[in-house]
């Protein structure tokens, strides 16, 4: 969905790199983020998984110009390639303007490569997105490798139906930026030409399962809220808007399909809610030195009881330290007070 900022005269397009496990689509968007022509560009974030990640950054492509007069945002996301983060995948299609599929050459990789943008075109429907109209990009990526594909034998069995197709090598970078300026064209020809890309007949994508725990690597917060439902389609006015649409649009969340229940909050205070008597706080203070297991490895027991005493030395060296100019503070201020 495109996001047209009037205030500071914007529009914030989605791109996101799709395709199997270990394809390259980690690869693109790295070699993208590392170009040294690509000044206007914010901070990679990276949502780690156990076996895979999810990346994102934005930049502004100032070579691309500007479409009826206002500046071009992209957005760059990849999706977790395994089978069992499907849902993952679902969530950061959301919304998308534009996505390149990132199949792996190697002869060894065409049912996974088949079933994988079959998976692709079924998440654009759960996202209420025709996967005809989206802007779809196939980038053959590991071309360099031996036992790959040739393109002819890969347009027979991807059926590209018309989309564009670029060779690549994502680890050197070949075809890595053509890749990027194919599919930037393609979404802004979709948006000149007022594309309505959304699936009206398709149900709300459903509150997946995440009971699957994941780190999170270099943001602090991601808002999780529900999504409203997709408007018809109706005119555009200046600047690409529909009619009703302020002027400023925040920067969409791809997670915001999920809706995290928040505790009430209960009014108490919070210093007297819970009595605790000082024998009991102490017994659930857990004492580093209680034996738990039958030590085996004698010399590595005593290093790390050496390790843990020389961190408690530093510990209470600083604290005397911190004493002593407290109470040298201490002596300052009475002295004033005592004039």
Same mark, same amino acid.
């Given at each position: 969905?495109?996001?047209?900022? $009037? #205030?500071?005269?914007?529009? +914030?397009?989605?791109?996101?790199?799709?395709?199997?496990?270990?394809?390259?689509?980690?690869?693109?968007?790295?070699?993208?983020?590392?170009?040294? $022509?690509?000044? &206007? =560009?914010?901070?990679?974030?990276?949502?780690?998984?156990?076996?895979?990640? +999810?990346?994102?950054?934005?930049?502004?492509?100032?070579?691309?110009?500007?479409?009826?007069?206002?500046?071009?945002?992209? @957005?760059? /996301?990849?999706?977790?390639?395994?089978?069992?983060?499907?849902?993952?995948? =679902?969530?950061?299609?959301?919304?998308?303007?534009?996505?390149?599929?990132?199949?792996?050459?190697? &002869?060894?990789?065409?049912?996974?490569?088949?079933?994988?943008?079959?998976?692709? =075109?079924? %998440?654009?429907?759960?996202?209420?997105?025709?996967?005809?109209?989206?802007?779809?990009?196939?980038? /053959? &990526?590991?071309?360099?490798?031996? %036992?790959?594909?040739?393109?002819?034998?890969?347009?027979?069995?991807?059926?590209?139906?018309?989309?564009?197709?670029?060779?690549?090598?994502?680890?050197? *970078?070949?075809?890595?930026?053509?890749?990027?300026?194919?599919?930037?064209? $393609?979404?802004?020809? %979709?948006?000149?030409?007022?594309?309505?890309?959304?699936?009206?007949? @398709?149900?709300?994508?459903?509150?997946?399962?995440?009971?699957?725990?994941?780190?999170?690597? *270099?943001?602090?917060?991601?808002?999780?809220?529900?999504?409203?439902?997709?408007?018809?389609? #109706?005119?555009?006015?200046?600047? *690409?808007?529909?009619?009703?649409? *302020?002027?400023?649009?925040?920067?969409? %969340?791809?997670?915001?399909?999920?809706?995290?229940?928040?505790?009430?909050?209960?009014?108490?205070?919070?210093?007297?809610?819970?009595?605790?008597?000082?024998?009991?706080?102490?017994?659930?203070?857990?004492?580093?030195?209680?034996?738990?297991?039958?030590?085996?490895?004698?010399? #590595?027991?005593?290093?790390?009881?050496?390790?843990?005493?020389?961190?408690?030395?530093?510990?209470?060296?600083?604290?005397?330290?911190?004493?002593?100019?407290?109470?040298?503070?201490?002596? =300052?201020?009475?002295?004033?007070?005592?004039?």
């Amino acid at each position: 969905m495109v996001l047209i900022n $009037k #205030a500071i005269n914007e529009v +914030t397009v989605k791109l996101v790199y799709y395709g199997p496990g270990l394809c390259g689509k980690t690869t693109n968007l790295e070699k993208i983020y590392a170009n040294p $022509k690509l000044d &206007n =560009k914010g901070k990679m974030i990276s949502m780690s998984t156990e076996t895979d990640r +999810t990346l994102f950054f934005d930049f502004m492509p100032m070579e691309l110009g500007t479409i009826a007069g206002q500046k071009v945002r992209v @957005q760059l /996301y990849t999706v977790p390639g395994q089978v069992f983060y499907d849902a993952t995948r =679902k969530l950061v299609l959301r919304g998308a303007d534009g996505v390149v599929f990132v199949a792996d050459s190697q &002869n060894t990789m065409r049912e996974s490569n088949l079933d994988s943008l079959e998976n692709l =075109k079924t %998440n654009l429907r759960l996202n209420r997105l025709d996967p005809e109209k989206v802007a779809v990009i196939l980038q /053959y &990526n590991k071309r360099d490798l031996p %036992n790959i594909d040739s393109v002819e034998t890969m347009n027979e069995y991807m059926k590209p139906n018309g989309r564009p197709v670029v060779e690549a090598a994502a680890k050197t *970078g070949t075809g890595v930026t053509a890749t990027l300026r194919a599919a930037v064209a $393609k979404i802004l020809e %979709n948006l000149k030409n007022n594309v309505d890309t959304t699936l009206y007949d @398709q149900p709300e994508l459903a509150a997946p399962d995440m009971s699957q725990r994941s780190g999170v690597t *270099g943001a602090t917060k991601l808002s999780m809220s529900p999504s409203p439902p997709a408007p018809r389609p #109706a005119e555009r006015g200046e600047g *690409g808007r529909r009619p009703g649409e *302020g002027s400023h649009v925040e920067e969409e %969340n791809p997670f915001a399909a999920v809706a995290i229940a928040e505790p009430e909050p209960v009014e108490s205070d919070p210093f007297g809610a819970v009595e605790v008597e000082p024998e009991a706080f102490a017994d659930a203070i857990e004492d580093p030195f209680a034996e738990t297991a039958v030590i085996h490895d004698a010399d #590595a027991e005593r290093a790390e009881l050496e390790t843990m005493l020389a961190n408690a030395q530093a510990i209470v060296a600083s604290l005397e330290t911190a004493l002593e100019r407290a109470r040298d503070t201490e002596k =300052k201020l009475a002295a004033k007070l005592s004039k």
